[in-house]
T-cell receptor, first 109, second 114 residues
Framework: AQRVTQPEKLLSVFKGAPVELKCNYS??????LFWYVQYSRQRLQLLLR??SRESIKGFTADLNKGETSFHLKKPFAQEEDSAMYYC???????????FGTGTRLQVTL | GAGVSQTPSNKVTEKGKYVELRCDPI?????LYWYRQSLGQGPEFLIY????????DSGLPNDRFFAVRPEGSVSTLKIQRTERGDSAVYLC????????????FGPGTRLTVL
C-alpha cells in the first residue's frame, strides 16, 4: 500500500534562511507527487506537482526515485510562507491522493 | 470563477443522529472527491465520483457512510447513526478530469459529534 511520511510536525526558521520540508513516499509503481499548502483560515491549495517541474513562490521540489523522496525547498524563507504543508501521492491507476500528516512551517523575524 | 463550496461550514450534532454534508464542485468538473481530516492528520480519502457514479468508495470507513451525486454535479455525503469518532473536517475536491487532473479543494465542513 502507498504511504507518505513527513517526519517533522513543525519546522521553525528565520526569515531569509533556507527551508527544506521533507517528504518520503512508499509506492511500488510510478508515483506522481504533489505539495499542497494551507495558509491560516484558507483552504487547501496546490503548491506544485513534480511533473510540472516549475517553481512556485520560490519553492521547488525534485522527485528522487532512488531515495523515494520529494523534499520541498526554498532558498530564502519569507514570513508569508508560514503555513501548513502537505505532501501527497497520486498512484498511477488510482484516483485518490494519499497525504502525509503535514509539516507546519513557521518563519520568524 | 467560483471555487468548490461546501455547506454547512460547521455542523454540531448529537451521537446517533443523521447528518448530510453538501459539496458544490467547480462548474464543468466531472471528478469529485470526499476526504476526511482528523485533528493532527492529513486528509484521508473517502470516495471518488466520476460523473454520477462512485468509481472508488474504498475509503468509506463503514456502511454508516454513504455519498451520492445524482446529476453529476452536487454531491451529498450522508452519515447515519453518528459516533463521536466521526468528528472531523470533511473536505470535498473536484477536478476537470481524472485521474490525473489537479484536485481543487473546498473549505471543508467541520463536523462535531457530541
Amino acid at each position: 500500500a502507498q504511504r507518505v511520511t513527513q517526519p517533522e510536525k513543525l519546522l521553525s526558521v528565520f526569515k531569509g534562511a533556507p527551508v527544506e520540508l521533507k517528504c518520503n513516499y512508499s509506492y511500488s509503481g510510478s508515483p506522481e507527487l504533489f505539495w499542497y499548502v494551507q495558509y491560516s483560515r484558507q483552504r487547501l491549495q496546490l503548491l506544485l506537482r513534480h511533473i510540472s517541474r516549475e517553481s512556485i513562490k520560490g519553492f521547488t521540489a525534485d522527485l528522487n526515485k532512488g531515495e523515494t523522496s520529494f523534499h520541498l525547498k526554498k532558498p530564502f524563507a519569507q514570513e508569508e510562507d508560514s503555513a501548513m504543508y502537505y505532501c501527497a501521492l497520486l498512484t498511477g491507476t488510482a484516483s485518490k491522493l494519499t497525504f502525509g500528516t503535514g509539516t507546519r512551517l513557521q518563519v520568524t523575524l | 470563477g467560483a471555487g468548490v463550496s461546501q455547506t454547512p461550514s460547521n455542523k454540531v450534532t448529537e451521537k446517533g443522529k443523521y447528518v448530510e454534508l453538501r459539496c458544490d464542485p467547480i462548474s464543468g468538473h466531472t471528478a469529485l472527491y470526499w476526504y476526511r481530516q482528523s485533528l493532527g492528520q492529513g486528509p484521508e480519502f473517502l470516495i471518488y465520483f466520476q460523473g454520477t457514479g462512485a468509481a472508488d468508495d474504498s475509503g468509506l470507513p463503514n456502511d454508516r457512510f454513504f455519498a451520492v451525486r445524482p446529476e453529476g454535479s452536487v454531491s451529498t455525503l450522508k452519515i447515519q447513526r453518528t459516533e463521536r469518532g466521526d468528528s472531523a473536517v470533511y473536505l470535498c475536491a473536484s477536478s476537470l478530469r481524472s485521474p490525473q487532473g489537479t484536485q481543487y479543494f473546498g473549505p471543508g465542513t467541520r463536523l462535531t459529534v457530541l
